[in-house]
C-alpha cells in the first residue's frame, strides 16, 4: 500500500490553490480530480458566465462559445503546469474512503488503496433539483446551459437567484426572451432592497419577465419544448420555451465518498467541520462547497484554502470575516455586510452617481452605492453597490468591513478623480457627517 502525506480530493479552486500553498512549503501533495481540473468554477460555472456577459460584445453565441472554451483549455492547462512545476502529484481518477486512513482509488479499469496522514476533502458542489424535474434533453442545469451549441428563443429559468439572473442576462443578451420563476415574493433573496429595486428598473429595456410567487406544478418535455405549468396566486398559468433551467441553488457533492468508512460526520448540507475545517477524523478536514453552513463561493472556497494552508503550517492569524458577493448581471450588483450591534441604532445612506463624470462618460442611468454603520462607533458595517463594473468595489468593501473600518476612515481616505470609487469617500463623508449631527442633535 502507497503511503502519502497530504492528499487532497478535488481539483477546484479550493483544491488546487490548497496545493500549489502546500507545494510552495515542500509539503508532498496528491491531488485527485475525477473530472478536468479546475473544478465547476472554471469549466462549467463562474468563468464561462462572465465569458458570455463580458466578452467581445460583437460576438454571436456560438463564437463565445468557441472563444470561452478555448480560453478555460489555457486556464486549465497552466493550473496543471504550475502544480506539476511545484512537485505536485495529479491523479485523474474517482477517490473514496475505505477506512479512517486509507482511500481507495479508481483510475480506468485500476483500482489501488493508498493510506494518507491527512486528507483534505474539496469536492466542490452540484446543481440543485426538484421533484417536478429531471435533466433531460431541454431541461438542464447551468453547466449543462453553458454549453449549448446556441443560444435558446425562449428560455424558461426556475430560480430567481445569483445564477437564475446572470443566466437570464446572457440569454437576454444573445436574442432570446426570458422568464424567470422565483418561489419568493422577490428575486435575489437576501440582497438589500435598494440595489434589487434599481436593478429591477433595468429589465423594462430587456427581454426578461419575472414571475415571484410561483410554485412549480410541474414540466414537461417534449422533445421539441417544454411546457412548465406553476402556480401564482392560486391560479395556475403555463409558459412554454425551448428549454427550462434548472437555477434553484447548489448542494454538496459529497456522493461516492463512503465519508462513514472514514467516521466522517456529514448532513444533507454537507461536511460537518470546525473552525480549522478537521472533520471528526482528525486526520481528514474539508473546505469548499462541500462543507455544511458555508456559502457556496468560488471565493469562499478559495479563501478558505487560504486559511487551512495557513493552519496547516502552523502561521494561522484569526480575522473577522465578510464576504463579499456579486452578481454579474447588467449592471452588476455586490454587497458585503457583517452582523451590527444590536444595541446602536444603525445609520445608512444611499448615493445614486449618475452624475459622476465617469459615469456620465459611460451613460450610466442606475448606479448606486449604499453604506451602513454604527450611529456610535461609525464603524461601517455595510457597503452595497448597482452599477457597471461594481465588482470591482468588492476588494476595498472586504478589506474595509474586515478591518471593522469607521467612517472616519474612509471619509478622510483619498480616491482618484475622475473615477467610480471617489463615489466611495463621497459617501463616507456625508454618513459621517450625517452621524455627527444626529449625536448633536440628540445631546444638545
Given at each position: 500500500m502507497l503511503n502519502k502525506e497530504i492528499i487532497i480530493i478535488g481539483g477546484g479552486i479550493?483544491?488546487?490553490?490548497?496545493?500549489?500553498?502546500?507545494?510552495?512549503?515542500?509539503?508532498?501533495?496528491?491531488?485527485?480530480?475525477?473530472?478536468?481540473?479546475g473544478g465547476v468554477c472554471l469549466n462549467a460555472g463562474c468563468i464561462p458566465t462572465k465569458a458570455f456577459l463580458y466578452g467581445n460584445q460583437n460576438r454571436n453565441w456560438r463564437e463565445s462559445l468557441e472563444s470561452q472554451s478555448r480560453m478555460i483549455e489555457s486556464t486549465r492547462q497552466n493550473i496543471e503546469a504550475e502544480l506539476i512545476s511545484l512537485g505536485v502529484e495529479i491523479c485523474y481518477g474517482q477517490a473514496s474512503f475505505s477506512s479512517e486512513i486509507t482511500l481507495s482509488i479508481k483510475e480506468g479499469n485500476q483500482e489501488h488503496n493508498v493510506e494518507f496522514e491527512l486528507c483534505i476533502v474539496a469536492t466542490g458542489s452540484k446543481s440543485k433539483l426538484i421533484p417536478q424535474a429531471h435533466i433531460s434533453g431541454n431541461i438542464c442545469t447551468s453547466s449543462e446551459f453553458l454549453k449549448l451549441e446556441e443560444c435558446?428563443?425562449?428560455?424558461?429559468?426556475?430560480?430567481?437567484?445569483?445564477?437564475?439572473?446572470?443566466?437570464?442576462?446572457?440569454?437576454?443578451h444573445y436574442g432570446g426572451d426570458v422568464t424567470v420563476l422565483e418561489a419568493g415574493n422577490r428575486i435575489l433573496p437576501g440582497w438589500d432592497d435598494d440595489i434589487v429595486n434599481m436593478y429591477m428598473r433595468t429589465l423594462k429595456e430587456k427581454r426578461i419577465q419575472i414571475h415571484t410567487n410561483a410554485l412549480i406544478e410541474e414540466i414537461e418535455d417534449d422533445g421539441e419544448s417544454c411546457i412548465c405549468v406553476f402556480?401564482?396566486?392560486?391560479?395556475?398559468?403555463?409558459?412554454?420555451?425551448?428549454?427550462?433551467?434548472?437555477?434553484v441553488g447548489r448542494e454538496s457533492y459529497i456522493d461516492n465518498l463512503d465519508l462513514c468508512a472514514a467516521k466522517v460526520e456529514f448532513s444533507s448540507f454537507g461536511i460537518k467541520v470546525d473552525k480549522t475545517f478537521r472533520t471528526s477524523n482528525p486526520r481528514i478536514f474539508a473546505i469548499g462547497d462541500c462543507i455544511s453552513g458555508e456559502a457556496k463561493l468560488a471565493h469562499m472556497a478559495e479563501y478558505q484554502a487560504f486559511l487551512l494552508s495557513?493552519?496547516?503550517?502552523?502561521?494561522?492569524?484569526?480575522?473577522?470575516?465578510?464576504?463579499p458577493i456579486c452578481c454579474y448581471s447588467n449592471p452588476q450588483m455586490m454587497q458585503i455586510f457583517r452582523k451590527a450591534n444590536t444595541e446602536h441604532l444603525q445609520i445608512s445612506k444611499k448615493r445614486v452617481y449618475r452624475g459622476n463624470p465617469t459615469a456620465r462618460i459611460r451613460n450610466e442611468q442606475n448606479c448606486m452605492i449604499k453604506m451602513t454603520a454604527d450611529s456610535v462607533s461609525h464603524e461601517i458595517t455595510g457597503f452595497f453597490a448597482i452599477g457597471n463594473g461594481v465588482s470591482e468595489f468588492s476588494g476595498e468593501g472586504a478589506v474595509i468591513i474586515n478591518n471593522q473600518m469607521k467612517l472616519e476612515d474612509v471619509a478622510y481616505s483619498i480616491h482618484m478623480h475622475p473615477t467610480i470609487n471617489e463615489?466611495?469617500?463621497?459617501?463616507?463623508?456625508?454618513l459621517l457627517e450625517e452621524a455627527e449631527q444626529n449625536y448633536e442633535d440628540h445631546y444638545q
Open positions: 479550493a483544491g488546487y490553490t490548497l496545493a500549489l500553498r502546500l507545494a510552495r512549503y515542500e509539503k508532498k501533495v496528491l491531488l485527485i480530480e475525477k473530472g478536468q481540473m435558446p428563443q425562449q428560455l424558461i429559468i426556475i430560480g430567481g437567484g445569483i445564477i437564475g439572473i446572470e443566466a437570464a442576462e446572457i440569454c437576454s402556480k401564482q396566486f392560486q391560479e395556475y398559468e403555463e409558459k412554454q420555451a425551448d428549454k427550462v433551467l434548472l437555477a495557513r493552519i496547516l503550517l502552523d502561521r494561522h492569524y484569526v480575522k473577522k470575516e465578510g464576504m463615489e466611495i469617500h463621497h459617501l463616507a463623508r456625508e
